[in-house]
């Protein structure tokens, strides 16, 4: 019988998923979205995760990417982010506002 210790780092991943409840997570949410963000990734509801998929698509897309942990926004992004270098780690952040909270 294997040992299923959740410090163990070959077995955590398994360890958590037998014994976790499944949870819904915010970032799995669906939120009615900002006319602004709307606008910009052409869905009226989606999840956090959704919109980053979609907007870091397009940062990809039009090579708006300028080392391995920024981006610029062009017209499109600068509703969302303003306007300079924005961390891409930091994306979730700028999307806050552009959620509506009542879930969907």
């Not at 915010?26 to 999840?47: A, D, P």
């Not at 919109?51 to 920024?70: D, G, P």
């Amino acid at each position: 019988m294997e040992n299923h210790h959740p410090h163990r780092i070959g077995h955590r991943l398994e360890f958590l998923q037998l014994n976790q409840p499944k949870r819904s997570f915010t970032t799995e949410r669906q939120f009615l979205l900002s006319n602004e963000l709307s606008k910009v990734t052409g869905r009226t509801k989606g999840s956090r995760n959704d919109c980053i998929r979609v907007i870091w698509h397009y940062i990809l897309e039009h090579n708006l990417r300028i080392s391995k942990t920024k981006f610029i926004a062009d017209e499109k992004l600068e509703i969302i982010f303003g306007n300079g270098e924005i961390p891409v780690f930091g994306m979730a952040r700028y999307l806050e506002r552009h959620l509506k909270t009542r879930h969907v």
